[in-house]
């Protein structure tokens, strides 16, 4: 049923997508119609009527949450996004809906304008008025949350600005490669909730980070370099206005990638020297789409300094190259630094064998004084711990865990909190978190130790499932 309901969300969104540029009668709507049926006829299986609702920002087959992963996070947002505005709460589809009924209904939705008064009521018109008579909406009802069910939620809230935070970057993406306008106002509400969130759940948001989808890299390494980069302006003591303004500029660090062709940037194997020759290009195309906006502010300005800066390097060995002398602002030595980390722990198309998190601080360490900042460095490893949150260890008991959150104290960085997820033996278990610096009361000794760092991608272990 949760796998159907998802193919569902998934068919519908398609199906809208390709009505809103094609009339009710074009040929091109028979097949993702026809695809909605056939999911439909599934479901049908199992009962007469199947019901499609929204509550809140979770949607629901009937009574069974669906859950928003990676590769289903754009058709449920935009699905919500389409509902929402109309008002509407839910869709009833009963076992006679026609594929003629299931046209000209969703030809209501993507043309029924949300804006001015009453669209339910607009939407119920026309459906009378079109004689659709086996499928029913719901009108959307705002759930109201006290603020200790908010607080009760945070994680919820992580995840789901994550996914907001991606919907943005997406947008954002788009309206570029269509010639539109962009707004970042979005954005950067979205920003600001993630610096009210940094400070009660920083630890859920960094295990977010640990969500790979190669297929659309570019959207969660973007949130990713966002959440990794608050985290060292947090330790750098940044304000919140500031903190803000570096998320943004984290943020659309790499929107010059935008105005690359999809061909080259999604290419699965390696670039040809002319392609690395416009891929190096995005840093420039990123600060020329910014300079064309209207209102240059000090928001503007921090994303032409990130876009400009985060491949330049530390000793300026990089890209674009300078003929003049330049000296690297602090936001762009940031970015720089957490935009390789996340590239380098990152499955990608041309590249789908990520680093381990140890290996990839190695290798930076090594380019230290020469492609990043000495001292940010450090204060990274601070920010991520010696152990990085997501990272899979073996214990000295011969249990395996993940780290889902690095030490409090500095001086036991090497002593993180780990989620067990497998016995002495490797059978899979749920062993709760044990906190590695908690020591024997009578011997002083600790409990427990990591004994070694495991490659995840190796033992083919999901590490992002524990953090979801």
């Known amino acids: 049923m949760a796998k159907k309901g998802k193919e569902l969300v998934n068919q519908f969104c398609i199906f809208m997508k390709t009505a809103q540029i094609h009339e009710p ?116 009802e705002e759930r109201k949350e006290s603020f200790e069910d908010i607080l009760r939620d945070a994680k919820g809230m992580a995840k789901s600005t994550y996914f907001r935070m991606m919907t943005a970057v997406a947008e954002v993406t788009d309206n570029i490669r269509l010639g539109q306008a962009v707004s970042v106002k979005r954005a950067k509400r979205v920003v600001q909730s993630m610096v009210d969130l940094l400070l009660q759940e920083e630890s859920t948001l960094l295990g977010l980070t640990t969500l790979r989808s190669h297929d659309e890299y570019t959207h969660h390494h973007s949130v990713n370099v966002c959440i ?14 500031k903190l803000t303004e570096l998320g943004v500029a984290a943020l659309f660090h790499d929107m010059g990638k935008a105005s690359i062709s999809p061909e080259i940037l999604n290419k699965p ?14 840093p420039i195309l990123g600060v020329k789409y910014i300079i064309k906006l209207k209102g240059i502010n000090e928001m503007t300005i921090r994303m032409v300094t990130g ?38 722990t990152s499955s990608r198309v041309y590249n789908r064998v990520p680093y381990p998190p140890d290996k990839a601080l190695k290798f930076m360490l ?51 909190k780990v989620k067990i997820i497998a016995d002495p033996s490797g059978k899979e278990m749920d062993g709760g978190v044990i906190d590695l610096s908690e020591q024997d009361e009578n011997t002083g000794q600790f409990m427990k130790g990591i004994q070694k760092i495991i490659d995840s991608t190796k033992c083919k272990v999901d590490v992002s499932r524990y953090f979801l």
């Not at 390696?270 to 290009?281: A, G, K, L, Q």
């Not at 876009?307 to 602090?330: A, R, V």
């Open 25 to 140: 009668t074009n040929i091109a709507l028979e097949a993702p119609a026809e695809n909605v049926v056939r999911t439909l006829t599934g479901l049908w299986r199992w009962r007469d009527d199947v019901h499609l609702r929204l509550e809140g920002d979770c949607l629901f087959l009937d009574k069974l949450k669906l859950k928003m992963d990676m590769d289903g996070f754009t058709s449920f947002t935009s699905l919500i996004g389409v509902f929402k505005p109309l008002r509407i709460g839910g869709i009833l589809l009963k076992k006679s809906t026609t594929v003629d009924e299931l046209k000209r209904f969703v030809y209501i939705l993507v043309q029924t304008d949300p804006g001015g008064k009453e669209p339910f009521e607009r939407v119920i018109g026309q459906m009378q008025k079109m004689g659709i008579a086996n499928i029913e909406i719901d009108p959307f």
């Open 228 to 241: 990794l980069s608050l985290a060292m302006g947090q330790r750098l003591g940044y304000p919140k206005k």
């Open 307 to 344: 876009m400009f800066e985060h491949h330049l390097n530390y000793d300026l060995s990089g890209y674009p190259k300078l003929d003049t002398k330049w000296e690297l602002s602090l936001l762009g030595r940031i970015i720089s630094i957490v935009d390789c980390y996340d590239a380098l």
């Open 366 to 416: 090594n380019k230290s004084g020469r492609a990043f900042d000495p001292v940010l460095m450090k204060i990274f490893i601070n920010s991520i711990g010696i152990f990085p949150i997501g990272t899979l260890v073996l214990l000295n008991t011969h249990e395996m865990g993940v780290v889902v959150q690095s030490s409090s104290n500095p001086e036991r960085m090497d002593r993180p």
């Open 269 to 282: 194997t390696d670039f040809t020297e002319e392609e690395w020759r416009i891929m190096r290009r995005h």
